[in-house]
């Protein structure tokens, strides 16, 4: 970096936000970046969706405290990923341009969705599919022409295979041990037992809670921790595997999509993977079952990585994710 010039790259979600700053020519290497700030309390959201003054409360000053470790200079792109930022994002797309510009100087602002930010954080620019699991579960895919999505609707209507999704299957098969119906689990009955009490009283713990996803995929490491040696949790990850790879399949770009006789790749990212292989040997087969024609590969980075690496792009005139009114916009309406 030697124009003074910096970009910040922001991932806020339902544990809060954390951003990071480095010079424009930030790549896959984030070894030179500073040691990024977080916040432990979730944006707001309100009637217009994820609030947007909450929003610049928090980011401001962080932006600022980072600047200032730099040495000063100037922002010339930040790249916010947000939870929600599909479906909640009108007030932080109708306000935030002219609020960071006022307070950060930066002119170039993009507004991804968090599964945006987690695709360019594993494949970069690449056309392909990344599955981002941890209470819930999304794909997306792109051929760098459009995006494409599928499941992250939520505990009540989707996330098939996400950790929520896990945890509830676990405890069914708890419960039916408790009954005596068939398809219980002993050890995941006990393990139910452990955490939360007498059996009789999950409902009445469960319930009431507005938390009701986190705390249902906090049982999800107890299924993969009994998975080696119970066929009911084993077959719970086997079923989660086969909903992970089916939403991969959907958004998977073809391979004539990629062009140079390449494949096309599929990265895993997501706190849900780290029960390992209990759940990773499965989804490897499932994706090999649903996408021969592809390449699974690591993921590069983490959705913080990637909103750095789209503000780079930005920075730089070389942004190559395609733009889409909901998942992706660049906003400029300042830029000199």
């Known amino acids: 970096m030697t124009d003074g010039a910096w970009v910040v790259g922001v991932d806020s979600g339902g544990s809060g936000m954390r951003v990071a700053l480095t010079g424009t020519d930030a790549g896959p290497d984030t070894s030179g970046r500073l040691a990024p700030l977080s916040s432990k309390e979730p944006v707001r959201t309100g009637a217009r969706g994820i609030d947007a003054g909450h929003f610049t409360e928090q980011l401001v000053p962080m932006a600022r405290e980072l600047l200032q470790q730099a040495g000063g200079g100037r922002i010339a792109a930040v790249t916010i990923g947000a939870a929600g930022m599909a479906t909640l994002g009108d007030d932080l797309r109708a306000e935030l341009p002219a609020a960071l510009h006022q307070a950060l100087g930066t002119s170039r602002l993009v507004l991804a969705a968090d599964a945006v930010s987690a695709y360019a954080g594993a494949l970069g620019d690449r056309p392909g599919a990344v599955v981002a699991a941890g209470t819930g579960m999304i794909a997306i895919g792109t051929d760098l022409t459009g995006w494409h999505r599928a499941d992250g609707w939520g505990h009540l209507l989707g996330d098939c295979g996400g950790g929520a999704w896990i945890g509830r299957a676990g405890l069914d098969a708890a419960m039916r041990a408790f009954d005596g119906r068939a398809r219980g689990s002993k050890a995941l009955l006990a393990r139910a037992e452990e955490l939360f009490g007498p059996a009789p009283t999950l409902p009445g713990q469960l319930y009431p809670r507005t938390d009701r996803p986190a705390m249902l995929a906090s049982f999800a490491p107890e299924v993969g921790r009994c998975a080696p040696e119970d066929p009911v949790a084993e077959a719970i990850l086997r079923d989660a595997a086969r909903h992970i790879a089916e939403a991969a399949a959907a958004v998977c770009p073809a391979p004539d999509a990629v062009g140079r006789g390449d494949r096309p790749e599929v990265a895993l990212t ?64 300042y830029d000199s």
Do not use: C, N, S
């Open 270 to 333: 997501g706190g849900l993977f780290k029960l390992g292989d209990v759940l990773l040997r499965p989804v490897r087969a499932e994706l090999a079952e649903h996408l021969r024609h592809v390449r699974l590969v690591p993921a590069a980075g983490d959705p913080l990585d990637g909103a750095v690496r789209i503000a780079a792009a930005v920075a730089a005139d070389r942004l190559r994710l395609p733009l889409d009114a909901r998942m992706l916009t660049l906003h400029r309406e």
